[in-house]
Every structure is written in C-alpha cells, then in structure tokens.
C-alpha cells in the first residue's frame, strides 16, 4: 500500500476525527446535517468496485459503525450513504443522518444550498464526542 | 426470511431486470442514465448496517458485477452508488453510470428533472441486453 494522501478537498472541507482500520473518518464541516465522511486509505481508488472482497468487508464494518452512531443523534430518522465522487474522484463514502426537518429533506444533501460550518469550539466538541463513542474502533 | 415484497413505488418507476444471489436488480425507468437499483430479498430492511456480514458481502459482488457493466457503457465516466430511502423506505442500492455530458453533473440524480421513460422497445431492449451480458450470475 503506498503512501496515502488525502485529497486537498476532502481535507479542506472536513474534520479528522480519527482512522478506523480502513479508512479515516472524517466529519464534513457542515452542521445542517450529522454527516460522515470515510476514505479508504488505499492510494489510486476511484470506485467502489475497486476495493478487494477484504477491503470490502471492513468497509461495510466500518459504514456501520459509523451509521449505528449517527441513528442515535438527536432527529435522526434516516441514513444516507452513498459513493459519488463527481467532483472529488478520490474514492470516499458519505455517512449521514437525516432528518425530515432538515434543510434538503426529502432530496439528496449533495449540492443542496450553502454548507454552515462549525464554529470552532462547536468543532472540537463534535470531534471529542465522536472520538468518544468510537473508542477502541479507533486504530489512531 | 419472509416472502419478499417489492415497494409499490420501485415496481412503478422500475423494470424487472433479474434476481441476483441476494438481491433483485432493476432498471429506473429514466433514460438519462443507464441507472439499476439493487433491491435485497430480505423483507423489513430500510438501512445498509441492517445487514448482515454474509448480505454485505453478497450485496458488494452484487454492486461490482453491476458496476463493472454500467463501467462500460458508452460515455460512462464515473460510478455513483447511493443508499438513500427518503422517499421509499423498503432498502434499494442505486447503482448507475455518470457522463460530465449527463443531465445532472456534476450533481446528483436523485430528485433532479424529469424521468424521461423509455419506449416500450428500448426497454425491452436494455432489458434483454443486460440479461445477455449478465448470464449465469442470474439466479432468475
């Protein structure tokens, strides 16, 4: 496995919380929506399809883990998940959780209206508390 | 695992494609993308993390085989895979082939414009041309 970088944009317009044993978890610094963000770190991937059958599993682990927190948040009805990457071809995973009174309810999230970031405080809550309830899932 | 019953809504907008080991695969009615819907025989499911390692894993070759087929339609560029269900609760994996020529892009499918059917030809068509290719990995 080379060395892994995490493309400028995911890293521009997200939070590390931490690495899980595939990927590393990101929280999108939007917070109209609790939303996830997973990205294999194996260099070169683009597309699902990509990933190996063992790779694949602890994927799938890992969207779990991440959906069993997210349908505990407060509104939470629903889960989306989904793989596009139309404007980011590196490969990574959308977690999150909707809500029928959330802004882009029932469309999709992706390019609906203006993300509201974080403030910094409220960031660095967010991170701790998802560091937290992931405890030893974390492997860094 | 009890009989299964496919949503009302998905056999509307949807042509029956075949069944697949675990799930029933399904063409969209919209010929703006070449675009399936993956939908698992497994009655009372609305989430991804609701199944199990075994469906996961059945559900991943499932997603591959059909991406790797949708990959090589003409003017696919990009794979988008979604598991939304705002809308239609009963779990279905969307699985289609995105073009920067397409209707959306960059953005999603989901919600945007009008279906523009197929004739009753072409459906029929698409549908024989996806079983062709699709073969033995058909369980009917």
Not at 96 to 110: F, M, N
């Amino acid at each position: 496995m080379s060395e892994f970088n995490l493309h400028a944009k995911l890293a521009e317009d997200c939070f590390f919380i931490g690495a899980l044993p595939l990927s590393d978890l990101l929280l999108l610094n939007d917070t109209r929506y609790p939303w996830c963000v997973l990205v294999p770190r194996v260099m070169g991937l683009t597309e699902l399809m990509q990933l190996d059958a063992v790779q694949a599993q602890s994927l799938f682990a890992e969207i779990r883990l991440v959906s069993n927190i997210l349908a505990k948040q407060p509104g939470v009805t629903k889960l989306n998940v989904g793989a596009l990457g139309n404007l980011v071809p590196q490969l990574h995973i959308h977690v999150l959780g909707r809500s029928p009174s959330d802004a882009a309810w029932p469309g999709p999230v992706w390019g609906y209206g203006e993300a509201q970031p974080y403030s910094s405080q409220k960031s660095h809550q967010a991170i701790h508390q998802w560091r937290g309830l992931l405890g030893d899932d974390l492997v860094g």
